[in-house]
């Protein structure tokens, strides 16, 4: 089994993961293989890496050697994202109400993206949805890595107009081998709320 997991700092599921290989792996009757990865992001990042392992597994290198090469890529894969509504935000304690409240009211569209260590962090504001977006598009054009040979994934929630108006954009400076644009899922959508907007690529570092 390879698995990949949501950031270590932002769930306990490699640590619950990591608890459950240890006892599997040393079952006296049944020798097993569990190689675990934190993703160090959420959403597509650990669904990119998953598709990159199975391509490598359908070429024929081993697991170990698979997990080996992709123990390196979450140093390197990116994630990026901003959000319809602040109030999301400040229910899982990553703004307060008030700045929320007044992010909303001055139509404050905050970038955030997962730091180097696997955290949420804020990294822009912009001002009105348009500039968020286009913010978004310019940090994958201006950081992305050997594009032709990439799966961009992009995640909305019920944000599908502005999704496809983030790839256009994309596609319209960059040669991209593949994107992926899906809804988020539940678990993560939940946690920023309608009309967010993710993109997730690989670069030379985060």
Known sequence: VLYFSLSKNISGNFNSARLAAEDLMHDPVNGRKIRLIDSLNASLAQGILAIYASEMRDKGME???VADILETYPAKMNGVFTVGD???????GRLSGATALVGNLLSIKPILRGNKDGFIVQYKKCRG????LNELVSLVCDNITEPEKQIIGIAHADAYEDSLYVMDKIQGKISVREFINTSYDFCTGSHVGPDTIALFFMAKDR
């Open 86 to 92: 602040l109030k999301y935000l400040s229910r899982t």
């Open 63 to 65: 697991v170990d050697e």
């Open 129 to 132: 949805r348009k500039a968020a």
